[in-house]
């Protein structure tokens, strides 16, 4: 039992807790935001994949440091990070088109507007 | 002469860079480009075409260790072709004023984004155009501005979004596995890690209970845009999937299940539909299914799939109504009939249309156990199908009308592709023409007119997150972890 592995477990429920959030939220922002909570979970989880690394690192003189981080995870993180914030202004956008059309935000309510 | 690496570079200038830069420039004048995209599509479909001919492979890395990496082999350009092809013939079919200026901004991004995906050989490149795609994708959905549209449309975005999510997860544990995010890594990848990536590749992909999301999209978008989802859009699912599948020996297991499952389920959704529309959107899920069972094959029938459905929902817009119980008591004009006739024949796999070669091979390389399913499923689409064909035609209209550009294009675009295909043998050509005629006998003796209201709960955006969710547990039980 180290700390990398409490960390990845409380991670793995962020992810678990939003996707539950996802499913059983019936207000179309909290499913917004539990699908953020989804993301920001996946992403912590890269950077510590970062950290417990064991490869070379990229310094000149590796006897004086202890530990060292991964690089590579995190430069590509940054991606995952932006595009998650674009999906999520571009959804919050047309939410709050929705909400004018429908005056209301919940999905069951929305969905029945066409049920035959 | 070039070096191949060169070429490589080349190409990836002309099937990515070129529509972005011209997609870029064009925000500025967006109806313009009726007239200068097609010559973006031409270039790249012709560039795929000529390496599809001369049987060219290269594999580059973009910029050193860790670098991008991007293979181009057959079955990249397979899909390139079909993406330049898609792409050409919906631009030739639109009007003036049919979709507002700024669809043709977005389709050059959207072109170039599917290009992009289709040649990828790393995941977390995948990942990243894939996401771009859905946002492109996104705008385009509700780009008529109804408010049915948009809530599709964001619907869209969230079960894309989760999936993503999970395939990104997927990328992490490849990475920890292996240090490496190409998809060689794939070869030696335990099995969770390699679920995650299908069932984020198969939200994407319209695959199975995950794809849920795609009648309704498809279906209410417009005709044009709906030609572009089901053509291309679908595909970039679909590609990394057949990569994954072709390279990972537990994924070919769990792909090939889905596929059977897929298949089946959609056309069974199709036959009993009402909506023309959403009909074509089933068949788009249960056509995937035929797409995985055989991943060796699979961008063969991608390519003539996007070509057929392209055109169908093309056709399919033209009609002044959705409803098939509508259209069957009032008739259809026999110019509006013989693009959606050559189409349905197409697809349900006539030689000649281009639908054969693809399937007939499908069908001869199949698992033993996936043949009785697959057959059900081509009859299924037989009889789907012939709800459309039957519909009473009303004679007399220009014939002139019939040879409009875009029907051509298409026309003469499957059948050369029946011909480069060059796959012929008499028992199979026996075979797929039984199969339509009972499937046509089958419609005319019990289906004529019933139209059964089928619980559509699962199409809501919550089970589509909740299956989703129980198809990775159900992989992980059958197939173990």
């Known amino acids: 039992m180290n700390v990398i592995f409490i960390v990845r477990i409380m991670l793995l429920s962020v992810v678990a807790i939003g996707l539950a959030g996802v499913l059983f939220k019936r207000n179309l ?37 202890i530990s060292t981080a991964d690089p590579v995870p995190q430069a590509v993180i940054l991606t995952a990070i932006v595009i998650g914030f674009s999906i999520l202004s571009l959804i919050v956008v047309y939410v709050m088109d929705l909400s004018r059309y429908f005056h209301t935000l919940d999905t069951e309510r929305i969905q029945e507007k066409w049920k035959r | 002469m070039l070096q191949p690496g060169g070429m490589g570079l080349l190409s990836v200038f002309l099937l990515v860079m070129l529509p972005f830069l011209t997609g870029i420039i064009l925000f500025s004048r967006p109806r313009s480009g009726r007239s200068v995209l097609p010559f973006v599509y031409l270039s790249s479909s012709i560039l795929a075409a ?28 397979t899909f390139v072709l079909m993406n330049g092809l898609v792409f050409l013939g919906v631009t030739l079919s639109l009007e003036n004023d049919s979709l507002p200026g700024i669809a043709f901004p977005l389709m050059a991004l959207l072109h170039g984004t599917a290009n992009a995906v289709f040649m990828s050989y790393d995941l977390f490149n995948v990942f990243v155009c894939i996401e ?78 995950m794809g849920l999301w795609l009648p309704e999209a498809h279906g209410e978008a417009e005709s044009a845009v709906s030609a572009l989802l089901s053509g291309v859009i679908v595909k970039t699912g679909i590609a990394p999937l057949l990569r994954i599948a072709s390279l990972s020996s537990s994924a070919l297991d769990v792909v090939s299940v889905l596929a059977v499952l897929t298949a089946l389920f959609g056309v069974f959704y199709a036959v009993f539909e009402r909506d023309i529309k959403k009909m074509l959107a089933y068949h788009t899920i249960s056509q995937t299914g035929f797409m995985l069972a055989l991943p060796g094959i699979g961008h063969l029938y991608a390519l003539a799939h996007g070509l057929f459905k392209g055109w169908l929902f093309l056709s399919a817009g033209k009609l002044d109504s959705r409803d098939l119980k509508e259209l069957k008591k009032r008739g259809i004009s026999l110019t509006l009939w013989i693009p959606i006739f050559l189409g349905a024949l197409a697809i349900s796999g006539i ?39 039957f519909i009473p035609v009303i004679p007399g209209g220009q014939l002139r009308k019939v040879l409009s550009t875009h029907n051509v294009f298409f026309l003469v675009s499957l059948v050369a592709l029946e011909i480069m295909t060059g796959y012929f043998r008499w028992s199979s050509a026996v075979k797929s023409l039984l199969l339509v005629v009972s499937g046509w006998a089958v419609y005319q003796l019990l289906m004529r007119g019933s139209y059964r209201i089928l619980p559509k709960w699962s199409e809501d955006i919550d089970h589509i997150i909740g299956l989703t969710f129980l198809t990775i547990l159900g992989m992980i039980g059958v197939f173990g972890l």
Not at chain 2, 355 to 373: C, D, H, S, T, V
């Open chain 2, 132 to 209: 771009l795609s859905g946002i492109l994708a996104f705008l385009l959905i509700r780009l008529g501005n109804k408010p049915r549209q948009v809530w599709s449309a964001v619907q869209y975005l969230i079960a894309g979004n989760v999936g993503m999510i999970l395939y990104l997860l997927g990328c992490l544990y490849a990475y920890t596995w292996s240090g490496s995010f190409s998809m060689d890594t794939l070869k030696e990848l335990p099995k969770l890690p390699v679920y995650l990536l299908i069932t984020g590749l198969s939200v994407k992909g319209g695959v199975f209970l």
């Open chain 1, 29 to 65: 922002i909290m499913k917004v935001i539990a699908m953020d909570i989804m993301n920001t979970g996946v992403i912590s989880l890269f950077v510590l994949s970062a950290w417990q690394s064991s490869r070379a690192p990229v310094i000149r003189d590796p006897s004086s440091v």
């Open chain 2, 351 to 389: 030689p000649g249309l281009g639908g054969f070669g693809g399937k007939a091979m499908i069908f001869n390389g199949l698992r033993e156990w996936q043949i009785p399913f697959m057959y059900i499923a081509a009859l299924g689409t037989c009889l789907s199908f012939a709800k459309l064909i």
């Open chain 2, 50 to 77: 000529l390496m599809l001919l001369s049987g060219q492979t290269f594999s580059i890395s973009l910029e050193g260790s860790f670098g991008v990496e991007l293979l181009m082999d057959q079955v990249a350009w």
